[in-house]
């Protein structure tokens, strides 16, 4: 596809720039990005090996090879077989190369072998040559980002329903049973599925476990999956909603919530092109201090989403990169009471030079269930 060959130009343009004489992309979502194939996590190593000035090869163990798609205009194949060093193939393509960057999810173990091999080169992280490239999508990925959204809003929109059984059940059995509405709803696999009821709310990466759901408590549920398009390329969405189980919530987790829904809506009108990702975070955790609750909200207020669930940019004090049209992030902010309860609320924002486009709209408010 002309696409993943446009993406290497990009990349080649970037290496040139930064004085990159070859890129090695290995397992992770770079790999996927620019050339449509995803390696498995083996202990066999596949590469991608990209010369500023020549043709990429895609190294690949002899019995993966028939799960590449081949690109012959974007790669050439050079398998390897058991008996084989892939390490000294991959250091022959490279040839010469002074400066070196390689992905950053690459294992350790491939990084050292290939320091020996390559003594005279100078390695890097590639994620300065690929971020800037993933991180602004193109109109295409942006609809796919938003497919992914809507995807996830249908079952958001079951939860606050009542559609979805809480009271009763085990956080495990709706953790279990987002994952299956994920996959119903077009997604390719379950990234991840938190169900945290109560008092485990406050805990903002709770793992679901066998507590089992009660009435008259809030459950905070933050989920999402990959959908993988033709092109074998996945997009991820990421959403999350809380629930109070039945009857009357208690007063202080309702005025809380409204500080959070604020400090949320906040966080979106402000995510506008040009505007410093480190603005963002600011503006919308100025409203959570401004409620009294500065102090419990513990973590960033964004990250980046794309073919990963998290990459750049984040939405963090410190990062003071102008947002651009496309880019894709998190608008999370979240109030954590330890002991007691926990809430957050999740949309997937795109900066668009016509402004914030959120792509996730289900309700906004506290659902009151029963």
Request: charged share 25%; proline share 5%; with cysteine.
């Amino acid at each position: 596809m002309a696409m993943f060959a446009t993406r290497l130009d990009r990349a080649r343009a970037r290496m040139e720039a930064d004085g990159v004489d070859a890129l090695l992309l290995s397992v992770g979502s770079d790999l996927p990005y620019f050339s449509g194939y995803e390696a498995m996590p083996l202990e066999r190593i596949t590469m991608l090996v990209v010369p500023r000035e020549g043709d990429a090869t895609l190294v690949v163990p002899e019995l993966e090879i028939p799960r590449v798609h081949e690109r012959p205009d974007v790669f050439s194949i050079q398998g390897w077989g058991e008996t084989q060093d892939p390490i000294a193939m991959i250091a022959a393509l490279a040839g010469s190369a002074a400066h070196v960057a390689v992905g950053d999810h690459m294992w350790a173990g491939f990084l050292v072998d290939l320091t020996q091999a390559m003594p005279s080169t100078t390695f890097r992280r590639a994620s300065t040559i690929t971020s800037p490239i993933r991180s602004v999508k193109d109109a295409e990925e942006v609809e796919r980002l938003r497919a992914a959204s809507a995807a996830v809003d249908r079952i958001a929109a079951r939860l606050q329903g009542g559609d979805i059984e809480l009271v009763g059940k085990t956080e495990a059995e709706v953790s279990a049973e987002l994952g299956r509405q994920i996959v119903d709803e077009g997604h390719d696999r379950v990234n991840f599925a938190i169900v945290a009821a109560g008092e485990n709310a406050a805990s903002p990466h709770h793992h679901a476990g066998d507590r089992v759901i009660r009435a008259g408590e809030v459950v905070l549920c933050d989920f999402g999956g990959t959908m993988v398009g033709d092109d074998g390329i996945g997009y991820c969405s990421d959403i999350t909603r809380c629930v109070w189980t039945d009857g009357n919530p208690d007063r202080e987790l309702l005025e809380a919530y409204a500080i959070l829904h604020e400090a949320q809506a906040a966080g979106v009108k402000s995510a506008t092109v040009g505007t410093p990702a480190q603005d963002v975070d600011r503006i919308t955790r100025q409203k959570i201090v401004d409620g009294g609750y500065g102090s419990h909200f513990i973590h960033r207020t964004g990250h980046g989403i794309g073919v990963e669930a998290h990459e750049d940019p984040y939405i963090v004090e410190g990062n003071t990169q102008p947002l651009e049209h496309g880019h894709a992030f998190s608008i999370e902010p979240g109030i954590y009471i330890p002991g007691k309860w926990g809430i957050r609320l999740e949309d997937i924002v795109v900066a668009s030079d016509s402004g914030p486009d959120p792509l996730n709209l289900v309700d906004h408010q506290l659902a009151v269930l029963g």
